[in-house]
């Protein structure tokens, strides 16, 4: 079955600063594999996703996240966070396989600090 | 606007009492899925349709029904809610699979069964 970690429950980050965060999956395959972003409140927001192509993927908002077949990761950054960066995020992945499933990670939470 | 809307946004109940948590979407999108979200948890699929009178469980089915008797609509029902199906409910649709295709999610539906 896949599974998806998110090492990093909370991560707090001064405006302007850079950010990355982690995401683990455990599939045999090449997944299909997402970023979303929850701000307070809402529901969640696609910010960028990869499947094939260049292991370097560019999103909205400014995001962009790296696959690393050999480490099994795909992990998001930001090179300057803004305030209104802080959100949940969380990654998410899915395979042919397994069908129209997606398994999320647990979400990491993102403070800005001014 | 294009947009997936819930109903209610907030239901508080007591166990037993049947409930239904509606979800509608003006994209005249094929798939639409329910998931549910917990701490530390993340998402987890409850169920998904890939279209109209085609449903499919996900990874958490159990406690809930759903039918899809209207492209636009896929209401969540509780037949006999229990306080561990205490959560944040989200729907979420999208034109093809989920893997291929953006999912777009609802604003979210927060249950509290005592």
């Known amino acids: 079955a896949q599974s998806v970690t998110q090492p990093d429950i909370h991560i707090t980050v001064s405006e302007g600063a850079s950010l990355e965060l982690r995401c683990n999956y455990s599939?045999?395959?090449?997944?299909?594999l997402f970023w979303y972003v929850q701000s307070p409140g809402q529901g969640l927001q696609l910010l960028l996703k990869?499947?094939?192509?260049?292991?370097l993927v560019q999103g909205i908002k400014g995001f962009e996240a790296e696959f690393k077949r050999s480490q099994s990761s795909f992990n998001l950054r930001k090179p300057s966070v803004h305030w209104s960066d802080a959100a949940e995020y969380f990654c998410?992945?899915?395979?042919?396989?397994?069908?129209?499933?997606?398994?999320f990670g647990g979400g990491t939470r993102v403070l800005v600090k001014p | 606007e294009a947009q997936v809307t819930q109903n209610p946004r907030y239901l508080i109940t007591v166990t037993g009492k049947k409930l239904t948590v509606t979800c509608s979407q003006n994209m005249n999108h094929e798939y639409m899925s329910w998931y549910r979200q917990d701490p530390g948890l993340g998402l987890r699929q409850i169920y998904y349709?890939?279209?109209?009178?085609?449903?499919d469980k996900g990874d958490v089915p159990e406690g809930y029904k759903v039918s899809r008797k209207e492209k636009r609509n896929f209401p969540l029902i509780l037949e006999s809610p229990s306080p561990n199906q205490t959560s944040l409910y989200f729907c979420?649709?999208?034109?093809?699979?989920?893997?291929?295709?953006?999912?777009?999610f609802g604003p979210g539906t927060r249950l509290t069964v005592l």
């Open positions: 990869y499947f094939s192509g260049d292991t």
């Open positions: 979420a649709s999208s034109f093809t699979g989920f893997l291929t295709d953006t999912q777009y």
């Open positions: 599939y045999g395959a090449t997944p299909y």
């Open positions: 998410a992945v899915g395979h042919k396989a397994a069908g129209n499933k997606l398994t």
């Open positions: 349709s890939m279209n109209v009178e085609v449903t």
